[in-house]
């Protein structure tokens, strides 16, 4: 792999979609050249050993859990929130973990997941039309054309807000917080009143037993003090992206020190693109999502571009098909990608191919939908023989009402309660952990 990372010149030169449209380029150009200094949130040796984690996906033996927001905002730094989030992820780990024997790698998207690619570049409110919201990364939620106009500036606050949330992360996940002897107490508050919850006590009693079993028989307790966390985002705006792409001293190779691993949305994978062209040239670990209209030509091409040593660990398919889609559009491309004996960890996104508009006009997905396409990312690898190596999801620590179904009934009518997403709509933390012993059944199996 080359590692002269082309300018932003030569980047922009390729036409990127999904671009902000900033007013003022002297202003962006200010911005680049402060992120160009600042201290790299991520080590390049974490994202090295990320990619190992990635390789034993890969091949069979690990499993990989992705979540969190559709899209972060800056007000949502707060210790709250990023706690909450968090221990939805470690409880759904733990979960998977103990039900299907499986070590899980566990990512957020999380410290840095705060631009979005639109599907219309304007939103129309009763006869007004603004600049769609692209995320805080780039303009403001408000409703306003202030607000609306893309501001540099914004990438200095996603480095900051990306920079406090790793480090209270990298606090809990260190410090005591995510230890697996806190497996109860993870638990105490609400989730203990849903069945769900009540099924996660029973299983937590069980680890219990078995720690003080351990421990007994000579085990070192501190072995389950720490757990490895990850940071995830969508590489979209390049020149944040760029800007934080750095030589590693160690190995003399560009990494994206952004986070520790980037993926390539579903409307900026163009081959030729400058997505493309960013990422290939970065060690770290990366994924690509895979709508329904990806042929496995465009599969392999997309692998042989991103990973042309065909390095285990390396690249990930994160597909979304949709549920009534999968069974039909998934098998195709795992057939060619494994008849070719490319290296890939094929996850799952069961979100983005189901989400609708309510009658009330929000945004949601179907609690079943979302089921659906998982049972059947995991029918489709079962019946080829090969590895279902992961979850991607939208999802929050919060009792949010944005996707509808699971065990507490969510209907249209209750999407009003609390609506919180600026985005996409999030599985609430009831929803995550059903998800969770749904998919550990299921791995029994796989
Ligand atoms: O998160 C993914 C996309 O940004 C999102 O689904 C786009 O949503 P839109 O269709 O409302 O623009
Ligand atoms: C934009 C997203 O997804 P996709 O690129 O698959 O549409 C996302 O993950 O929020
Ligand atoms: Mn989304």
Not at 378 to 387: I, K, Y
Request: charge should be negative.
């Amino acid at each position: 792999m080359s590692s002269t990372v082309p300018d932003l010149a030569a980047l922009h030169a390729l036409h990127p979609a999904q671009q902000p449209a900033y007013p003022d380029r002297s202003a962006v150009d200010a911005v680049v050249a402060k992120l160009r200094s600042v201290p790299p949130p991520v080590f390049a040796g974490e994202c090295d050993d990320l990619k190992t984690k990635i390789a034993a996906v890969a091949r069979g033996e690990a499993f990989l859990l992705q979540g969190g927001d559709c899209a972060e905002t800056f007000e949502g730094v707060t210790a709250d929130n990023v706690r909450n989030k968090l221990r939805v992820l470690l409880q759904m780990a733990v979960v998977l973990t103990y039900a299907a024997s499986v070590p899980v790698v566990k990512v957020g998207r999380i410290a840095g997941q705060y631009a979005k690619p639109r599907s219309s570049d304007l939103e129309t409110r009763d006869g007004v039309t603004l600049p769609a919201y692209r995320g805080d990364a780039v303009n403001g939620y408000d409703f306003t054309p202030e607000s609306r106009v893309p501001d540099p500036q914004r990438l200095v606050d996603v480095y900051n807000s990306s920079a406090a949330t790793l480090n209270l992360v990298r606090a809990f996940v260190t410090g005591g917080y995510a230890d697996l002897r806190q497996v109860h107490t993870w638990n105490t508050d609400f989730v203990r009143e849903s069945a769900v919850g009540q099924q996660y006590e029973v299983m937590a009693s069980e680890i219990e037993r078995a720690l003080t079993f351990m421990k007994a028989i000579g085990a070192d307790p501190d072995e389950f003090h720490r757990v490895d966390f990850h940071s995830s985002h969508e590489a979209l705006v390049l020149e944040y992206e760029h800007a934080m792409t750095r030589i590693d001293s160690r190995t003399d190779q560009p990494y994206d020190v952004s986070g520790h691993f980037l993926w390539i949305g579903e409307r900026t994978r163009q081959l030729d693109g400058a997505h493309v062209e960013l990422l290939r040239h970065v060690k770290n670990p990366i994924g690509v999502k895979l709508g329904p209209s990806t042929s496995p030509d465009d599969a392999l091409a997309l692998a042989a571009r991103l990973n042309p040593e065909n390095e285990a660990g390396r690249l990930t398919f994160i597909t979304r098909f949709g549920a009534g889609k999968i069974r039909d559009g998934l098998p195709p491309l795992i057939e060619k990608v494994t008849a070719e004996g490319v290296q890939v960890a094929w996850i799952c996104d069961p979100m983005h191919g189901n989400t609708f508009e309510a009658s009330s006009g929000y945004k949601t997905r179907r609690f079943d939908d979302v089921i659906e396409e998982v049972q059947g990312f995991f029918d489709v690898h079962r019946s080829l023989g090969t590895w279902p190596g992961g979850l991607h999801v939208e999802l929050t620590g919060d009792d949010v009402t944005e996707c509808v179904g699971g065990g507490e009934e969510l209907t249209d009518l209750d999407l009003a309660n609390r609506y919180e997403s600026v985005c996409d709509p999030r599985l609430n933390r009831v929803q995550s952990l059903e998800l969770a012993f749904l998919v550990a059944g299921m791995l029994r199996k796989a």
